[in-house]
């Protein structure tokens, strides 16, 4: 469910699953989200978007792709989720109160129980915000323990990963921290 305080402009359309499979045009293009507005209460004693916010904004464009997926609301219902195992951000550029950003998800890899996707945060005038990058798993809930997808949700992992197989893999994806030493 989207929360009220995000904004929608008409002016974009987000890509659905179903787009992305079945249009020619957009089998060569990550999944976009709706257009999302940089709230005043986002905004850190800096000026700027507070770093728990972009974990926001890919997280919301996570959930529209993952209604198309399965995983909406309902989904929880069944006993079973997903949850992010692991996350990789990294900061671009800032983000201000009222930047007008959509977020994209790329699905580099998938199997029965895991999935691996990179997001981006793209600011409306065409420039990168931020990146990140996901490790997350299916997981049944009366264990927790990781547990198989169903076939109608792993059927459409497979349309999804075969729509994003003809992109290149993203300069960022497999990025690692640490301090490089002589």
């Known amino acids: 469910m989207r929360p009220k ?3 929608l402009h008409s002016r974009h359309t987000p890509r659905t699953l179903a787009q992305n499979t079945k249009d020619p045009e957009m089998t060569q293009t990550p999944f976009r989200s709706s257009v999302m507005t940089v709230k005043p209460e986002w905004i850190d004693f800096n000026g700027h978007l507070n770093m728990a916010y972009y974990n926001v904004l890919f997280d919301l464009c996570a959930d529209e792709i993952y209604n198309d997926l399965g995983f909406g609301p ?3 219902k069944t006993g079973c989720t997903t ?3 692991e996350f990789h951000l990294c900061y ?3 983000l201000h109160v009222n ?3 959509t977020v994209t998800l790329q699905l580099l890899d998938f199997d029965e129980k895991r999935f691996h996707t990179y997001q981006e945060i793209w600011h409306e005038d065409g420039w990168l915000a931020a990146t990140g990058e996901a490790m997350a798993l299916h997981v049944d809930q009366s ?3 990781v547990a198989p997808m169903p076939p109608e949700i792993l059927a459409r992992m497979k349309a999804l990963h075969a729509s994003h197989q003809s992109l290149p893999r ?9 301090i490089r030493r002589g």
């Open 99 to 101: 930047d007008p950003v």
């Open 143 to 145: 264990g927790p323990r």
């Open 170 to 178: 993203p300069e960022r994806a497999g990025r690692s921290i640490g």
């Open 92 to 94: 671009v550029r800032e």
């Open 5 to 7: 305080q995000i904004q």
């Open 83 to 85: 949850y992010t195992a």
């Open 74 to 76: 309902d989904y929880q």
